[in-house]
């Protein structure tokens, strides 16, 4: 098993910037991600960073999220400046490990505008 501790988040006003950080209990040898749940939608898939430190993001937030990870602190963050309004949402990292997939406890991101 792996246990995923978040920390960061909070409130901001609009075009503040925050990070999130997401600590694993052991190596994380594949994908580590960041997704967002807003109420009343669907989770979605944020950013996300391999192994060699490939990247990907949903289009709303490229240019103002960065996706990073210290392999030596089994850590990955989410580095988010130029917040929006719209990034309001309960923010999740999700790693696999030996094809088991694990979620953080969340943590509460909230933009005033």
């Known amino acids: 098993q792996v246990q995923l501790v978040q920390s960061g988040g909070g409130l901001v006003q609009a075009g503040g910037s925050l990070r999130l950080s997401c600590a694993a209990s052991?190596?994380?040898?594949?994908?580590m991600a960041w997704y967002r749940q807003a109420p009343g939608k669907q989770r979605e898939l944020v950013a996300a960073?391999?192994?060699?430190?490939?990247?990907t993001y949903v289009d709303s937030v490229k240019g103002r999220f960065t996706i990073s990870r210290d392999n030596a602190k089994n850590t990955v963050y989410l580095q988010m400046n130029t917040l929006k309004p719209e990034d309001t949402a309960v923010y999740y990292c999700?790693?696999?490990?030996?094809?088991?997939?694990?979620w953080g406890q969340g943590t509460q991101v909230t933009v005033s505008s």
């Open positions: 960073i391999g192994s060699s430190g490939t990247t």
């Open positions: 999700n790693v696999k490990f030996r094809d088991v997939g694990y």
């Open positions: 052991k190596y994380i040898f594949s994908i």
